[in-house]
Structures are given as C-alpha cells and as structure tokens.
C-alpha cells in the first residue's frame, strides 16, 4: 500500500501516473520566470541539464543557450511544478525563495501548496483534484455554463489567501441548484427542494436506472441521500439570512464539497 507523496518529492513523481488536466495560470508562470531569475545561488544551466536528465523535459534554447523564460511559460505544468522543488532544493530551499514561491502560489488561486522541503502538493489531495477535473469536464455542455461558473466560484475560495468554507459550500450549492433546475426543463420551480426532487429528478432517475432491478428502491435511496446533502448545504447557500452567514470548517467544506460533486456528474449525466 502507497504510504503518500513524499515529502520534498518532484510533484511529476508523487502524482502524474496518467494524464491528469491541472490547475494552471499565466500570470504564476509570468512570475516564476522572475522568481526564477533572481536566485543568485543555483546553477541554471545545471538546472535545465536536470530536468532533461530527471524528467525528460525537451528543454527550450535560445540562440546559444538554454531559454529559461521559454521553460517556465510555455512547460507541462507538471514539470514546472516539478521545477519549482528542483530550483528551491538547488537553492538549498533558501527561507526567501521558498516563501516567494508559496506567494505565487497563492496569489495566483493555484490550488496547490508547498511543502517545508520544497515539495509541492495538490491543495486538498489527489482525489479531490480528480473529481474537480471530472466534474468540470461533465459541465462541458453549453447548457450547463452557469453551473460551471458556479462550479470555478466555488473552487476559487480555496485560494490560501482567501478561503472559505462557506463560499466553497455555496457556490457548490448553486452549482447543484442550477444543474438540477436545468435538467429538468421549462417549469415553475428556481429552488431545489425535497419536493422538486421527488416530483421532477426521481422520474429521470426511474428512466435512466430502467433496466436495473429493484431500481425504485435504489432511486429511493439515492433520493434520500441527496435530500440529506441538500438539507446539509443549505445553510450556505446564496442568499441564507444573517443569522446563517457562519463561516464553515474547511475539511467540513470539502466533504460536503466532494459529496455535492459527485451528485452534480449525477444529475448533468440525465
């Protein structure tokens, strides 16, 4: 059994075993490239030799030597975050360079952190990271774009320099509200209720489940289930009263997150 990602481990080796889509921002990469250049103590031509004996990278050159600003804005991500702990550990992680490098970081919304050995980490985990990318490619459709901008809203509070619970809980709600209101068509209904659910999203899940046996009774289950996470979420949704504007534990929110996520594929599937 796997004990983790290894602390102070190239992010390339602790998490891309298979083609993964990961978070990413011009800006950082702008700013990685100064980030980059300023360090006095490692070897950069050294470096671009180590990423291309390390981690295969086809290191970019210049007119007579290696474009370091080509690397770092135009790279996998996965290399430049493998980079990132290459350079601070050729740097003999340097206290400055090292907190510079978790600034870009969190200043871009990267959701990603970095560890006291230069390693860097997805935010959350891995699975959650999955389930982001999986869900965001289930809200392709043009149909579903105001559940997918809920959907970035509400990842965007994961930001280390400014995160809430409670924005990831309600924008993952608003998400949900929108999909569900989408899927089941022209009628009266803009909230999700237990009694929408039974009357509009347990039809569409009878039909979908058909060919399974005893499906009411699964259908029912699921129903119950989801009912519950609507009753759970609701308290931080959009537009909740005063009195219910609390703020929400962050590993609460990213349970309640990763459930709300996974009843989302649910419904945008229908």
């Not at 990685?32 to 291309?52: P, T």
């Not at 210049?62 to 991500?77: L, P, V």
């Not at 009263?241 to 929400?248: C, R, S, T």
Request: aromatic share 10%; no cysteine; net charge negative.
């Amino acid at each position: 059994m796997s004990s983790g990602p290894e602390e102070g481990g190239y992010f390339r080796r602790n998490y891309v075993r298979e083609p993964v889509l990961l978070a990413d921002s011009v800006r950082a990469r702008r700013r990685l490239v100064a980030w980059f250049a300023a360090a006095r103590m490692g070897d950069k031509s050294d470096f671009a030799e180590q990423m291309e004996r390390m981690f295969g990278v086809d290191y970019p050159i210049g007119f007579d030597s290696y474009n370091h600003s080509a690397f770092w804005e135009k790279e996998d991500i996965a290399d430049i975050l493998s980079g990132i702990t290459l350079w601070l550990q050729m740097n003999r992680l340097h206290n400055l360079l090292l907190a510079e490098a978790r600034a870009i970081i969190a200043e871009e919304s990267l959701r990603y952190r970095i560890d006291d050995k230069g390693g860097v980490h997805f935010f959350v985990d891995e699975e959650f990271e999955r389930a982001i990318q999986s869900t965001i490619a289930g809200l392709g459709s043009t149909r579903f774009t105001a559940a997918n901008h809920a959907l970035q809203d509400a990842l965007s509070n994961l930001d280390v320099a400014h995160q809430s619970g409670k924005g990831l809980i309600s924008g993952i709600f608003e998400a949900v509200e929108s999909a569900f209101i989408t899927i089941i068509g022209p009628t009266k209904i803009d909230r999700i209720s237990p009694k929408a659910i039974d009357d509009h999203l347990r039809p569409k899940l009878l039909n979908h489940f058909s060919a399974y046996p005893e499906a009411g009774d699964k259908v029912d289950r699921l129903l119950g289930t989801f009912k519950a996470w609507v009753h759970s979420a609701h308290p931080f949704r959009h537009g909740a009263g005063f009195d219910q504007a609390h703020e929400a534990p962050l590993d609460l929110a990213i349970a309640t997150a990763t459930q709300g996520m996974s009843f989302l594929r649910l419904i945008v599937a229908l």
